[in-house]
T-cell receptor, first 110, second 116 residues
Framework: GQNIDQPTEMTATEGAIVQINCTYQ??????LFWYQQHAGEAPTFLSYNVLDGLEEKGRFSSFLSRSKGYSYLLLKELQMKDSASYLCAVRGDSWGKLQFGAGTQVVVTP | DAMVIQNPRYQVTQFGKPVTLSCSQTLNHNVMYWYQQKSSQAPKLLFH???????NEADTPDNFQSRRPNTSFCFLDIRSPGLGDAAMYLC???????????????FGPGTRLTVT
């Protein structure tokens, strides 16, 4: 079957670093996405990985290992506004179509 | 600013009373998607349009229909809403040309549907 797993919740303090892991088992692979979703709002695109390795974008970095079916999103220098749900999504064997994980709720404390 | 707009943001309907949710985009994207998201769950794809071609997910109930009269607009019709259809409905758009690229999806703010 197809499965995307990520932790339910993580808590970290302002200024710290948090790493959100995502493991996936899908029938195909054409890219992995990370989205940020604040409560009651739409998901917003953060990053895209299709090749193995690290992609860095400011305070956010995303890593992919296709052989391990594994990705992580790294959030550095945490700010209070980073408190949100972070969704891992895989584009599998169908173009464009994404399968989402249930999201990881990150709580940033002062 | 180019964007994805959903109306209304909040919709209350009665059990069994048909309801239509709307989505419009100024991004000129050729693909539009409808997702259902329940509290603390992953967005679940209901269907998508690639230009005018409609693609239904196998597990989308027949109660859910969609229309895309032109590139900019897409509608979600729920023919006979049940209590289990209360959720956030998200519209998203993307481009797709068949070549390499991220083709990330851009989401609207969602419509929160309550069924009484």
């Amino acid at each position: 079957g197809q499965n995307i797993d990520q932790p339910t919740e993580m808590t970290a303090t302002e200024g710290a670093i948090v790493q959100i892991n995502c493991t996936y088992q899908t029938s195909g692979f054409n890219g992995l996405f990370w989205y940020q979703q604040h409560a009651g709002e739409a998901p917003t695109f953060l990053s895209y990985n299709v090749l193995d390795g690290l992609e860095e974008k400011g305070r956010f970095s995303s890593f992919l290992s296709r052989s391990k079916g594994y990705s992580y999103l790294l959030l550095k220098e945490l700010q209070m506004k980073d408190s949100a749900s972070y969704l891992c999504a895989v584009r599998g064997d169908s173009w464009g179509k994404l399968q989402f994980g249930a999201g990881t709720q990150v709580v940033v404390t002062p | 600013d180019a964007m994805v707009i959903q109306n209304p943001r909040y919709q209350v309907t009665q059990f069994g009373k048909p309801v239509t949710l709307s989505c419009s985009q100024t991004l000129n994207h050729n693909v539009m998607y409808w997702y259902q998201q329940k509290s603390s769950q992953a967005p679940k794809l209901l269907f998508h349009y690639y230009d005018k071609d409609f693609n239904n997910e196998a597990d989308t109930p027949d109660n859910f229909q969609s229309r895309r009269p032109n590139t900019s607009f897409c509608f979600l019709d729920i023919r006979s809403p049940g209590l289990g259809d209360a959720a956030m409905y998200l519209c998203a758009t993307s481009t797709f040309s068949g070549g390499r690229g991220s083709y990330e999806q851009y989401f609207g703010p969602g419509t929160r549907l309550t069924v009484t």
